[in-house]
């Protein structure tokens, strides 16, 4: 078996070229008619990835361009043909009109789809626009301008506080006749 890549010759249950170290698994599965399945399914993939692009509306339109200017060359070639007669043009001219008149059906085709596309896509985004504009979010807190004073709670501040860490810790220190510790306890 022969390298793909680098074209040395490889023996026929190898799985990597000797020479550049590529893999021949795919070689080797080809030369027995049995490939893997992402092989096999790539041209399935290449559908798929066609169908993607076209409902995008920039590709749609620049198939729909191309066609139209290609259409537009193969009239004039006609056209010229016609009527200057190179090459016989006389009596084959109208065969150049097939394909000018295809191309221009695609493209315009291609065009009215490209519309269609950015007309129901401004129709969505107004959609989606009318549904914010009508009703507010109910997950976002309402909005806010004027200042609201604090109103008087019938629970005092104090009753809240959690007690101080170090209220078990200073129980051990002596206190002052004025109620304020003083040293530890002498022993």
Known sequence: MFCPKCGTQNPEDGKFCRSCGTDLASVSAALTGALPAHLADAGVAQIHHEA????????VYADAVKAIISGIGFLVVSMVLLFTGVAGGYAWWWAMLFPAFTFLSKGI??????????????????????????????????????????????????????????????RHLEMDPEGKTMTLPKR
């Not at 993607?52 to 590709?59: G, H, L, Q, T, Y």
């Not at 291609?110 to 997950?139: C, E």
């Open 109 to 170: 085709s291609d065009y009215v789809k490209y519309g269609k596309m950015q007309s129901t896509s401004k129709i969505h985004a107004a959609d989606l626009n009318m549904m914010g504009a009508g009703r507010a979010n109910s997950a976002l807190p309402p909005t806010q301008t004027e200042y609201i004073a604090p109103s008087e709670s019938s629970y005092k501040t104090g009753d809240l506080v959690p007690p101080s860490v170090t209220d078990s810790t200073t």
């Open 52 to 59: 993607r692009r076209r409902n995008d509306p920039n590709e």
